[in-house]
């Protein structure tokens, strides 16, 4: 038999334990509400004050960068009237160079040409429609208006031309031309026509408070450099053709 008194000190010891986990547990349970509380009242600061958007403006070459407002808003660059005019009348120049291409398929069957012809033609259809948005979204028109010179409908003439550009009689005659022919005239006309547009990107840079906007920085340089190219590509084909005809 058992005698009472270990019998009551289990039970003592039994209740210490079961109140001393009942503490425990409680704390536990109080860390846990409290985690939550600090959670939940975190979100709702987060909702209530979201953080603000912190724009930077960086400084000039050995300058500090400036926190700006948050209100501050980008605006689309200052734009010089050169700037649309040079837009307006490479559209037009470079409408004449995809006519031109579009004679290639059916005017000869000389293969470099023809690929030549098409990575034109479909270069300049593409900056067309980039400088047609350009224009549209500073509110300008893609057509030239300027005193003094004639309408630029392109499917009338006559045209006022832009440097470089074929006349209608050089139309003319690389519209009748085939073959060798066409291929001579078209070369010739073809590089003519891009170093008019080396032209028109050099006045442009050369004017005053012009070509500062960058997208119109980048597509100008570009066409600069890719026009270069070009003219030396098809100056190579028309030795190369002119030495053949001599053999």
């Given at each position: 038999?058992?005698?009472?008194?270990p019998?009551?000190?289990?039970h003592?010891?039994?209740?210490?334990?079961?109140?001393r986990?009942?503490?425990?547990?409680?704390?536990?349970?109080?860390?846990?509400s409290?985690?939550?509380g600090?959670?939940?009242?975190?979100?709702?600061?987060?909702?209530?004050?979201?953080?603000?958007?912190?724009?930077?403006?960086?400084?000039?070459?050995?300058?500090?960068?400036?926190?700006l407002?948050?209100?501050?808003?980008a605006?689309?660059?200052?734009?010089?009237?050169?700037?649309?005019?040079?837009?307006?009348?490479?559209?037009?120049?470079h409408?004449?160079?995809?006519?031109?291409?579009?004679l290639?398929?059916?005017?000869?069957?000389?293969?470099?040409l023809?690929?030549?012809?098409?990575?034109?033609?479909?270069?300049?259809?593409?900056?067309?429609?980039?400088?047609?948005?350009?224009?549209?979204?500073r509110?300008?028109?893609?057509?030239?208006?300027?005193?003094g010179?004639?309408?630029?409908?392109?499917?009338?003439e006559?045209?006022?031309?832009m440097?470089?550009?074929?006349?209608?009689?050089?139309m003319e005659?690389l519209?009748?031309?085939?073959?060798v022919?066409?291929?001579?005239?078209?070369?010739?006309?073809?590089?003519?026509?891009?170093?008019?547009a080396?032209?028109?990107?050099k006045?442009?840079?050369?004017?005053?408070?012009?070509?500062?906007?960058?997208?119109?920085?980048?597509?100008?340089?570009?066409?600069?450099?890719t026009?270069?190219?070009?003219?030396?590509?098809?100056?190579?084909?028309?030795?190369?053709?002119?030495?053949?005809?001599k053999?």
């Amino acid at each position: 038999m058992f005698s009472g008194a270990p019998l009551y000190r289990f039970h003592r010891k039994c209740k210490r334990h079961s109140a001393r986990g009942s503490a425990v547990l409680c704390g536990m349970l109080f860390a846990v509400s409290a985690s939550r509380g600090f959670f939940s009242s975190a979100r709702h600061t987060q909702q209530a004050d979201p953080a603000k958007p912190v724009v930077v403006q960086p400084g000039a070459p050995g300058k500090p960068s400036r926190t700006l407002p948050p209100s501050t808003r980008a605006t689309l660059p200052q734009r010089s009237r050169a700037d649309v005019e040079f837009m307006q009348g490479m559209i037009m120049h470079h409408a004449q160079a995809v006519e031109m291409t579009g004679l290639i398929p059916s005017h000869t069957e000389n293969k470099d040409l023809r690929s030549l012809g098409a990575r034109i033609g479909s270069s300049q259809s593409d900056e067309i429609k980039f400088m047609q948005r350009w224009l549209a979204s500073r509110g300008e028109s893609v057509s030239i208006a300027k005193p003094g010179m004639p309408g630029m409908d392109m499917a009338h003439e006559p045209m006022a031309l832009m440097p470089g550009m074929l006349t209608p009689d050089q139309m003319e005659a690389l519209r009748k031309a085939k073959c060798v022919e066409f291929d001579r005239l078209f070369l010739t006309g073809m590089i003519q026509h891009h170093n008019g547009a080396l032209t028109m990107v050099k006045d442009l840079f050369d004017t005053a408070g012009a070509g500062q906007d960058a997208d119109l920085f980048n597509f100008a340089t570009d066409a600069d450099n890719t026009q270069r190219a070009e003219i030396k590509i098809m100056q190579t084909m028309l030795e190369k053709e002119s030495s053949e005809e001599k053999r």
